[in-house]
């Protein structure tokens, strides 16, 4: 039955576009009859395979034929001809539709839950169909609308307002005030195409008794306001009231034709609180209001959200349906703070469905990841006491805590899934070795992963120091791992020779191949994609997965985007460090920066100098770079020596110059980002950051980061520039104010948004089309904790009496929230 009703729906959808609005779109369609007949013979088959059993057909068969004829030849028809077979070619699937309805009757009676899944595919597909199916949008309001990334009915009823307006008080002319906007209604009395000295008007007088008021345009469509604009029509009216030579004015005021029945309910732009959306050239509001009010007229019913009718209950959330319409068109007792606020209970309803169904898919993924069977480790092995008995400082309270989350997770069956998150310097490092060792004594490998070749390289330089003394075998593996070496270093993975392997993309390329890969650590996560996370996970058998990352990431933001992973936070850094005081310095102060540097290499200190360098002028910003060097190295600071780092040099230059920057011949280093991430050098104490308002906070606080690793006092100079924003002031105070990583980001988030906070397009923030990770966090958490429950449920009772809420869920993911893939 779901077939057949597939196919009648797939009839009518072209049938019904081709026939609005007096058959405008016909002049659009092409081979009609090409696809007509496809689904007819589709149609005749589904019947054949079903007229057996139901014992029938006759029916349909002579209506099928009917619908044949009418199709055949149609593309050569001429217009006149085309409407009136569209027409006939309605009645006759009227009647298609009646016999397929008295069909389904006579099968066996469909389950509830089965009901429950035909209609809702059929809603499916309504709210599926392109907008212009919808009354009044035609090809060009429909481009319109998909610049604005609303392409089918359902975009359409998501298409929120942006504000709302209270139209529900109507002013007598007589006391609207002048300066403030009103709503006022009156007859017109005249209206006149006036010539003022510069430019000519359109003035319409109205009058309610009360006083008189004078609408004026001064562009538009003149004969269409002159049609509308009759001599005694009854009007209604909103604009703010402005005076010329003492009377009252408005100018391109919003109005609407009343009926003569003062309390003719159904304005659509009057005596209500009046939706105001974002706008397109092309697209006034009121031609965008009245469109949505035919979607939501037409389609609302369909929109369907299956979450538990006891959630709904305990949250407190509207109906579905009812929530839709009222975020269009609020009743007219609603607050009208609470709808500009987004905090109105249509709004609550909507953000809740989008958060409930991400989290969901969240939560399955999560329970269908550690069912996998993973690894059950062996924990507490000599080889972690040796690693701890060589450190030099004894571990902090959070990274034993740290260290005791993955351990218990590693000792599971299931695999681990975990987000590391920890400020620069907290000693992530040191707890992910911890868990390599303890992979490596069960006879397995770990992989560590980072986004950087410096940074795999320092991570390798540590591992190996550390491997040595515990003998075992750790390798690197990069992009400029080249020849020989490479196939040497793949050859010792592949047959399992290697315990470590430290790398950075080099690890997924597909020709590389691991023996036991039992835990995958990926480093600053942010940096890769979801896809890169499950491709390294996907070298081994069900390994064990950490993610580090040094930008700690709000709470909400992290039940987003990592919400399948379990969370560890390591909130307190080694005893010694020290707060680095940061201090902001405009262009005019460049000769006060100097001396500071040079204080610090009197003392011997280093500094670090770091440009910003964007994509789109990166050849510009690399030769600023470049020249700042040149300059500092001739004209400031010859008795020092200065090096330049970027991200463009070949590998070995870089890598060179980075060593003599760490052996400390080299003493001011003029860098771009690539120093961003992890690298230690003890002696750097001054960290100079130029056009600091080009980046964003969090990877300002990365960048403090780079100085301030040892016991030395260090410090950070923000340059900025004059004339920023006020915006990009304030950003810059909060780096004066705070060393706290997590406060920082919740800023950056703040400010940026999550999308540019995560820095990647692929990030895997999704597209919510209401909801607002900050704005509505509350919401998000109770969704959360609904939808880990209702995942539990499933987990133990498996779909029964969920099955459509799966695949409302299966919809949403596929739509909007593209995690689907990664699996
Ligand atoms: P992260 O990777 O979190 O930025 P690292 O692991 O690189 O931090 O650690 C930063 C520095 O602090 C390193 O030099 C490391 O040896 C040191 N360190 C780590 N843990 C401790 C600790 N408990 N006490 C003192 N120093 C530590
Ligand atoms: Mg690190």
Redesign the pocket.
């Known amino acids: 039955m779901n077939r057949l009703g597939a196919i009648l729906l797939k009839i009518e959808a072209p049938l019904l576009f081709l026939s609005k609005d007096s058959y405008r779109n016909l002049r659009l369609v092409k081979d009609f009859e090409t696809t007509m007949s496809a689904f007819s013979r589709e149609l005749k088959n589904v019947l054949q395979v079903n007229m057996k059993e139901a014992g029938r057909g006759g029916s349909f068969d002579r209506l099928i034929s009917d619908f044949d004829e009418l199709v055949a030849g149609f593309d050569k028809l001429p217009l006149d001809a085309k409407k009136e077979r569209i027409e006939r070619a309605l009645t006759i699937f009227g009647r298609l539709r009646e016999a397929a309805a008295g069909f389904s009757e006579e099968r066996p009676v469909a389950g509830d839950s089965e009901t429950m899944e035909r209609n809702s595919e059929a809603s499916f597909e309504r709210l599926s169909r392109p907008v212009q199916f919808v009354k009044g949008v035609g090809p060009k309001l429909a481009a319109l609308f998909e610049k604005k990334g609303v392409r089918n009915v359902e975009d359409l009823l998501y298409f929120v307002p942006r504000k709302y307006e209270d139209r529900r008080n109507v002013k007598d002319i007589n006391s609207a005030s002048i300066g403030s906007k009103e709503t006022v209604t009156g007859r017109v009395t005249h209206a006149v195409y006036r010539p003022y000295k510069r430019r000519k008007a359109y003035e319409v007088t109205i009058d309610d008794g009360s006083g008189q008021l004078t609408a004026k345009w001064f562009r538009g469509n003149l004969t269409y306001l002159r049609r509308i604009f009759k001599e005694g029509t009854r009007v209604i009216m909103t604009g703010e009231v402005t005076s010329y030579l003492g009377g009252k004015d408005m100018i391109h005021p919003d109005y609407e034709v009343m009926g003569e029945d003062e309390d003719a309910g159904d304005l659509l732009h009057f005596k209500r609180i009046v939706p105001v959306y974002s706008e397109t050239e092309g697209l006034n509001q009121k031609h965008i209001r009245r469109i949505i009010a035919s979607a939501v007229h037409d389609y609302a019913q369909f929109v369907e959200s299956p979450i538990p009718e006891e959630i709904c209950r305990r949250r407190g959330l509207q109906d579905i349906e009812y929530a839709i319409r009222s975020v269009h068109f609020p009743e007219q007792n609603e607050r009208l703070e609470d709808f500009n606020a987004m905090r109105s209970d249509a709004h609550r309803r909507l953000i809740y469905d989008e958060f409930f169904f991400l989290q969901l898919g969240l939560a399955l993924r999560r329970k269908a990841g550690t069912a996998d069977g993973g690894i059950a480790f062996k924990t507490g092995g000599s080889g972690i006491r040796k690693f701890y008995s060589l450190l030099p400082?004894?571990?902090?309270g959070a990274?034993k805590r740290v260290i005791a989350e993955i351990e218990a997770d590693m000792e599971k069956q299931a695999s681990m899934n975990r987000l590391l998150q920890?400020d620069?310097?907290?000693?992530?490092?040191?707890v992910s070795m911890a868990a390599m060792i303890t992979a490596c004594e069960n006879a397995y490998e770990a992989a560590i992963m980072a986004p950087t070749e410096i940074l795999a390289e320092q991570h390798y330089n540590n591992i190996k120091a550390w491997s040595e003394s515990l003998g075992m075998n750790a390798v690197l593996l990069t992009g400029s791992t080249k020849g020989s070496e490479r196939e040497k270093i793949i050859q010792t993975i592949s047959k399992g020779d290697a315990n470590i392997i430290c790398g950075t993309h080099a690890l997924i390329q597909k020709d590389l191949a691991f023996s036991r890969l039992g835990l995958v650590i990926i480093d600053e996560q942010h940096r890769f994609g979801v896809v890169q996370r499950s491709q390294l996970r996907q070298k081994g058998t069900n390994p064990d997965v950490l993610v580090m990352t040094?930008t700690p990431i709000p709470r909400t933001l992290a039940m987003t985007v990592y919400g399948d992973l379990d969370v560890s936070i390591i909130d307190e850094c080694?005893?010694?460090r020290k707060e680095i005081g940061t201090s902001v310095f405009f262009e005019e102060q460049r000769d006060k920066v100097y001396s500071r540097m040079r204080e610090e290499l009197r003392k011997q200190n280093q500094v670090f100098i770091v440009y910003p360098l964007v994509e789109e002028s990166e050849s510009l910003d690399l030769n600023d770079a470049t020249r700042m060097a040149d300059h500092l190295q001739r004209d400031i600071f010859p008795e020092s020596r200065v090096g330049l780092i970027h991200g463009r040099m070949k590998g070995r230059l870089r890598d060179e110059t980075m060593a003599s920057f760490m052996a400390g011949e080299i003493q001011i280093l003029v860098a771009t980002t690539v120093i961003e991430v992890?690298i230690?050098v003890p002696q750097a104490s001054l960290m100079v950051i130029e056009h600091a308002e080009r980046f964003g906070l969090s990877q300002l606080h990365q960048l403090r980061?780079r100085v301030g690793?040892s016991d030395i006092p260090s410090s950070c100079i923000l340059m900025s520039h004059r004339g920023g924003s006020e915006d990009s002031a304030r950003r810059l105070r909060v780096m004066e104010e705070t060393n706290d990583g997590f406060r920082i980001a919740e800023e950056d988030l703040a400010i940026r948004g999550p999308g540019e906070f995560l820095g990647t397009r692929q990030s895997g923030v999704p597209d919510f089309r209401i909801a607002n990770i900050l704005r509505d966090s509350k919401i998000l958490i109770e969704a959360r904790a609904d939808a880990f429950s209702v995942a539990e449920d499933i987990a133990r009772k498996g779909l029964v009496g969920n099955r459509l809420l799966k695949k409302v869920l299966t919809r949403r993911w596929a739509g909007r929230f593209e995690l689907t893939k990664t699996g």
């Open positions: 400082f004894s571990l902090t990274q920890g620069v310097g907290c000693g992530k490092t040191v040094a080694p005893p010694e992890g230690d980061g690793r």
